[in-house]
């Protein structure tokens, strides 16, 4: 056992130093690559995914897993049978794939994201077109490698970021959430007590944006000695490895929220990443347990606590420091209710906390249609925008601010969006827990404290890496089912007292 | 052939993109990475670096070059000739070495470069002498795997850097110049009329001089659309592969001449990598000719353009309207007199057009003793010092400014060195040769224009691949032997003139 167990250890070592350059390319192809860097950066990829996909699926690595697969274990969750099980889940999902899929994959979806990028500048939705249909005929056809019994395609899809969540388990999920937001918008639009939206509209220098929001990042908890934070044209966080951590974001000048809601967001991907074990790279126990639980960590830092009453008790000096033009005759309470203005509006980054929930149902739908072939590339724009009157009640001006705002499809990342809501979830569920079991945390956050929840997160999430699925993990952390409730009862409780009603 | 041909394409192809793969990495890890990601990047490059080797020195890959070897070509200076030829060569060094010596020359030169940067910033050469004398016996032992016939051992290391050029040839060209310069040094440090020192030592902000410094490396065409220009703490040019070329320089707020010549040089390199063919990317055809001829290019613009009244007499307005505190009160010739003083001075990457060869003579002379046996580690700081003083009439301080200020031998780059004086040397050829066939340059850089130089050394350089080793390729392009002649009459024209001697 131990030699076959170094040995896996070392080949899926080497597999995340693999992934990790991919990510390091990846990451510079978004920040500071030139525009002529595209085609040798797709080949560059193509090729280390080529290389990492070989090394994933080699008989070598399968045999390691057959044996090992043999032992067993008195806890299913010790590190070892953790890392075995991972392990041989994405063994047997990378086996599914063959290696040209693999390989063109990479080619077209590095291509289409510079295409992508030049259509969305343009507002040019036709010349993303076809590239958009490449990506879906390709994810379609990795559905078809990866899927277990006649489920829907999509399920394949979901799979591979929320391991064991099903499409059915999503729409289950999103179902009453959506019963109870409608509603809940609908009143907040009637409300004659409105926040002073304007406030966070106001002039606010790049630069400045770009100091106070790395003060906020490293004020929770983000370390900058192992890791940085640049611009991008989509904001992101890229975890290359132990050590370094990279974070991307984008400034407005008329708009407050986007930078630093947005670093909040990142930061919080962040802490996960930089919580991670390091002694377990590669592994299960180092890994993160799926997009969903990510997403969680970001929507904690960014709404819960960022966009929280007690955080802004301590910030809004600095923040008033940093932009005395903008802020100088503001108060604490005007500038609280300017940040959580709910509004329907068009951009998904950009939504408040109420309605991004409604950006992702869009999305869930639109891609559900296009990968069970209901709907192809060319008819987006129309149902996009059709969709949209229905979920918010406005059409979109142009595909730049519709169909064409976010990178994800054009990089092929479908089954992802709903990750986002999932999010949203989870981070409702673990920050009641986190607050039954610390005590009132706004009272530190008054005061600039963050680490206990963070060493909270650190010690109940990150740490455990892969040890629990998604479902089981919230389970061990709050004692609770899987629930929606939660984020139900903080959204209510939290926006009709911004919004003063009855 | 064809099909044994089109394998070797595509094994030199993947091999490149596995460099170049690299190649980010590195540049990364000089511009952008965060001190905590030192360890991961070390192992990833490792990793690429392994897989790099292997690929080089696979059987396959002699299978299929001892088919193509066999074949006849009536031009031997035509794209598979040369393409086949630089494979078998690159094949042969890479196979002729152990991996024992491959991995402990890994080995000892990252430690030896932590001992140096210890030993440089203490003063302490007793330090790294062990390291030092460590490195020359496993320099030596490499010279012998790799050595042809019974010249010198310091020819197989030369040889890596500068192909097919001797260390007798080295030696034959460096002597007239060392005759010349030596008594030219002296001369002008006599001189009475002297150029204004401390202009360019004026307040120079670093925001303008990263706006002037491009502008200048667009001016003589550098592509921004395939390249760019970040800070790192030791400039370098790195040509990822076709459309990506990265440049780097840093700035002092109080020296003009760092940044802004420190970019045209990198410019320089960068130029002739964009020059470079694109579609023999990773072939001899696509590659350059040596160390030496890439340092032409950047030594070039660099000096023989940038370092011209021409050019200035076109940017010196630019350059006013830039820096107007510093500048507003002195003249075109009062600054083109204080961008181009001569003094002896103890650190080689500060040195000026004249002494900057004779920095080089030095370290080429005890390069030779070391790996020669003739001289030990233990006296190189009394060797250097005495030299020092017979070529530039100065002593070293210490050793920090003498033997141990460059970090090259701690790194096991011997043989490395010449190429930069060999760079000045064919500078001046090639530049002389422009001349001849272009007409007056100096009447364009006036006007600001850089396209003709430019396109004639895409033309007869860059777009020429290896077609021919240095100094076949400098018959071919000058019709003149390999001379350091044009080199003596540039330096001495020009510094009599600067320093009014008669």
Not at 31 to 47: F, H, K, N
Not at 81 to 98: H, M
Not at 385 to 406: A, V
Not at 407 to 419: D, E, K, N, Q, R
Request: with cysteine; charged share 25%; hydrophobic share 35%.
């Amino acid at each position: 056992m131990n030699e076959r167990y170094e040995q896996l250890v070392s080949q899926l070592h080497k597999l995340a130093l693999l992934g990790s350059t991919g990510s390091v390319l990846g990451w510079e192809q978004e920040t500071y690559m030139p525009e002529g860097g595209a085609e040798l950066r797709s080949q560059q990829l193509s090729l280390l995914a080529g290389m990492a996909h070989q090394a994933a699926t080699s008989s070598q690595l399968g045999e390691i897993l057959d044996e090992l697969s043999t032992e067993k274990f008195d806890d299913p969750h010790c590190p070892e049978a953790v890392n075995i099980r991972q392990a041989k889940r994405e063994f047997e999902q990378a086996t599914k794939l063959p290696q040209r899929l693999v390989e063109e994959m990479t080619r077209v979806t590095a291509l289409s994201q510079q295409k992508w990028s030049r259509a969305k500048k343009a507002n040019d939705f036709k010349s993303f077109e076809p590239w958009l249909q490449q990506v879906i005929d390709l994810k379609r056809e990795e559905a078809q490698c990866l899927r277990n019994g006649d489920g829907p395609l999509y399920d394949a899809l979901l799979d591979r970021y929320e391991p064991e969540m099903t499409t059915a388990q999503v729409q289950e999920t999103f179902q009453p959430l959506r019963e109870k937001l409608v509603p809940l918008v609908a009143e907040i639009a009637e409300a004659s007590n409105r926040p002073d939206a304007s406030i966070v509209s106001r002039n606010f220098p790049a630069e400045e944006q770009k100091k106070f929001a790395a003060e906020a990042a490293k004020a929770i908890g983000f370390d900058f000695e192992r890791g940085r934070i640049d611009e991008s044209a989509h904001p992101f966080c890229s975890g290359f490895g132990p050590g370094d951590c990279r974070l991307t974001t984008r400034y407005d000048e008329n708009f407050f929220n986007m930078a630093f809601f947005g670093t909040l967001h990142e930061a919080g991907h962040g802490l996960y990443e930089q919580g991670l074990n390091p002694e377990a790279f590669g592994l299960g126990m180092g890994s993160s347990v799926s997009l969903g639980i990510h997403e969680s960590q970001s929507r904690m830092w960014e709404n819960l606590v960022g966009r929280s009453h007690a955080f802004w008790k301590h910030f809004y000096p600095q923040a008033q420091a940093h932009f005395p033009t903008a802020l100088k005759d503001v108060s604490l309470d005007d500038f609280y209710r300017s940040i959580n203005v709910v509004e329907p509006s068009f951009i998904r980054v950009e939504a408040d906390e109420v309605t991004y929930n409604l950006h992702i149902m869009l999305r869930f739908e639109l891609e559900q249609m296009l990968i069970s072939g209901e709907l192809n590339a060319a008819e987006v724009p129309d149902v996009w925008n059709e969709k949209f009157e229905t979920y918010l009640g406005i059409t979109p001006p142009d595909d730049t601010h519709g169909c064409l705002q976010d990178v994800h499809w054009s990089a092929g990342l479908i089954g992802y969006f709903p990750t986002y809501a999932l999010g949203n979830v989870y981070a409702s569920q673990f920050y009641a827990a986190a607050g039954d079991q610390l005590g009132d945390l706004s009272l530190q956050f008054k005061q600039g404290k963050f680490d206990t929840l963070k060493t909270w997160l650190n010690k109940n999430i990150h740490e455990r890496g892969q040890q629990y699925p998604a479902a089981e993990l919230v389970k061990v952390v709050t004692e609770n089912e899987f629930d929606a409730q939660p984020l139900v009862d903080h959204l209510t409780t939290k926006f009709r007292a911004v919004y003063v009603l009855g």
